[in-house]
């Protein structure tokens, strides 16, 4: 098992280890196995160089943060001073390079985090499975001989997290691009209110609704990197008491179509909650149900991604993975004023379903509804297409609602990987994180009885 944040900066205190050791680790792994199709660029003697630099500074007695000295990825969306950001595309070789570092890399960068590299992705982060022509697609741990994708479209970061190639990784989320690949490879994801983390230097999928946000072994180690990312400085907030605690599963939309292996993991996990007291209440929420029907004319994604990248479809519009490009391309025959009427559309659905989830602390429902499929299952581009939309189902809901959610996995040694959604509304990200926290350790609890 991957160790958590706090284990290794208190490996690091003790003397018990270094970051140059740490560093020199995660960059053996990176360059064997999954290494690779895990990143499409590697800080090689950077990030060994930013090693002993910490390593120096905790000696004369300067630790900067709980994240000092620790090797963390970042996804191919962050600007990187110097370097061209290509988002898991080949169609951006050439592009100009960046002139300054995205808002969250200076902020890691004041941390003291060491940047081991840049991981790979769904081509501009358009789709919730992982899979990369360009740079080939990272296989899931859980079962690497089937090859399963790992999810998406932060596919990389969630693998570099798996396989030790880096403490910890840095995705966006979109649709569940964070949560996705969090629960398709047995680890956590925290996505946090869109506004909370700046998005300067980060290349846009949509606007409306992207998100940063943190792929980690554990919800603590997520609460520290949302501090830094976030500019907010706050420790890891106190677990909630499980008992009376209100969680709602919304039986609307988000329990169809699960498989039995996901089924029975979410169901156990409803069953541990419950023995410890907190309050189960089943409710409906047709606005879920509506979702579809008000995008029935574009998306956020479409329209907002074809305005990105009109311009450098015309130009290289070959050298895109053509199941992303054709997704971009419906973005195009959104009118301005359906746009419009989407917007004003998801303000009063946003507030339906706060006041649906007043009377509760959380929502919990599966992450993802099914297990990670083999990628040679999707080769048909319709199985591709319905596998995509179920995948991102669950997690999409609340990127439209505008709210915060972690991915917590509940599933049992020698289970294919299933994730736990603990969601709330928009500026929620406290409260869920606390929540998710008592979660997190009732389930750990359960496993080990």
Same mark, same amino acid.
């Given at each position: ?7 290794? =900066? %208190?490996?690091?205190?003790? *003397? ?87 808002? $969250? ?18 081509? @501009?982060? @358009? ?42 990784? $840095? ?18 994801? @925290? ?6 983390? &700046? ?26 990197? %949302? ?19 209100? +969680? ?38 047709? #606005? ?6 008000? =995008?029935?004319? *574009?998306? @956020? ?26 997704? $971009? =391309? ?7 004023? %359906? ?8 303000? !009063? ?16 429902? &599966? ?21 995509? +939309? ?6 999409? +809901?609340?990127?439209?609602? %505008? ?9 049992? #040694? *020698? ?30 609890? !359960?496993?080990?009885?």
């Amino acid at each position: 098992m991957t160790e958590t944040l706090s284990a290794l =900066q %208190d490996a690091l205190s003790t *003397g018990r280890t270094t970051s140059e050791a740490l560093v020199e680790g995660a960059l053996a792994r990176a360059g064997t196995g999954e290494g690779p199709r895990v990143f499409t660029s590697l800080y090689g003697e950077r990030a060994l160089a930013a090693a002993r630099a910490s390593d120096l500074m905790r000696k004369a007695g300067f630790v900067r943060s709980p994240l000092e000295g620790l090797p963390i990825s970042i996804k191919d969306l962050f600007d990187v001073a110097g370097e061209t950001t290509k988002a898991g595309s080949v169609a951006l070789d050439g592009a100009p390079v960046a002139t300054a570092n995205a808002a $969250i890399v200076d902020r890691l960068l004041a941390a003291g985090v060491v940047l081991v590299g840049r991981t790979n992705m769904t081509e @501009f982060a @358009f789709s919730g499975l992982g899979i990369n022509p360009h740079y080939g697609t990272p296989l899931n741990p859980f079962d690497r001989a089937s090859g399963r994708i790992p999810g998406g479209s932060s596919s990389g970061a969630a693998v570099s997290v798996t396989d030790d190639m880096a403490a910890a990784a $840095i995705g966006t989320d979109t649709g569940g691009s964070v949560r996705i690949p969090s629960a398709l490879c047995g680890i956590t994801g @925290f996505k946090p209110t869109a506004r909370r983390v &700046p998005r300067e230097g980060c290349l846009p999928l949509s606007t409306s609704l992207d998100s940063i946000g943190p792929l980690a072994p554990s919800l603590s180690c997520c609460a520290l990197l %949302d501090a830094v990312l976030s500019g907010s400085g706050e420790s890891v907030p106190a677990p909630a008491g499980l008992a009376g605690l209100r +969680l709602a599963v919304p039986t609307t939309l988000a329990l169809d179509g699960m498989d039995e292996t996901v089924a029975t993991a979410f169901r156990r996990a409803l069953k541990t909650l419950s023995r410890e007291g907190a309050r189960i209440t089943e409710i409906a929420v047709p #606005e879920f149900a509506t979702l579809a029907g008000l =995008q029935s004319r *574009g998306s @956020f994604a479409g329209a907002e991604a074809w305005h990105w990248h009109r311009a450098l479809i015309a130009k290289a519009g070959d050298r895109y993975d053509p199941r992303v490009l054709v997704r $971009i =391309q419906r973005g195009a025959e959104m009118a301005l004023a %359906d746009y419009l009427d989407l917007v004003a559309a998801r303000q !009063s659905w946003i507030m339906a379903v706060e006041d649906r989830l007043a009377g509760f602390d959380a929502l919990v429902m &599966p992450t993802v509804p099914v297990v990670a499929p083999r990628i040679t299952d999707l080769a048909e581009e319709a199985v591709y297409g319905a596998t995509n +939309l179920l995948i991102l189902r669950n997690s999409t +809901l609340i990127n439209f609602l %505008d709210g915060c959610a972690a991915s917590l996995p509940c599933y049992r #040694e *020698g289970e294919a990987p299933v994730g736990l959604m603990v969601a709330g509304a928009g500026g929620q990200d406290r409260c869920i994180l606390a929540v998710g926290l008592a979660i997190e350790a009732a389930l750990a609890a !359960s496993r080990a009885a």
